[in-house]
């Protein structure tokens, strides 16, 4: 299975965007994934809900990352498993929460962190030889 992580991030969040860069950068270099970096606004912040997040977010039982008062989305990660969405980052339930920062240092470790079952993400994520 063919591992994909696509950050979408926002301008509005540029200093915490640039903290994750290298951390995704280091991850595509050991493992055997590809990368890709989207601008919400230019992919469509309702086509990334409706078409990503939301069956997501009800089927992993985890919450979107995403203003209180307005619901703009925050930086996401999107992991694929065979183009096909597997989960994202940040991701909370209750008052846990994983955060991109620490899902990409968990996997530098060699850790996958979720929310909700991972196993087929463990599986099939492979370092590069």
Known sequence: MKIKLTLFYTNLEWNAVKEILPLLEKVGSV???EIEKKEIKKFGEKKLKSTIL????????????????????????????????????????????????????????????????????EKNLKRKE
Do not use: M
């Open 31 to 33: 493992f055997d994934l």
């Open 54 to 121: 939301w069956s997501l977010s009800i089927s992993k039982r985890i919450k979107i990352h995403q203003t209180r008062r307005t619901k703009l989305l925050y930086t996401q990660l999107v992991v694929f498993l065979d183009n096909k969405p597997f989960s994202f980052y940040s991701q909370g339930y209750g008052r846990k929460e994983i955060t991109i920062k620490e899902f990409l240092e968990g996997l530098i470790k060699g850790k996958v962190l979720c929310l909700h079952e991972a196993t087929e993400l």
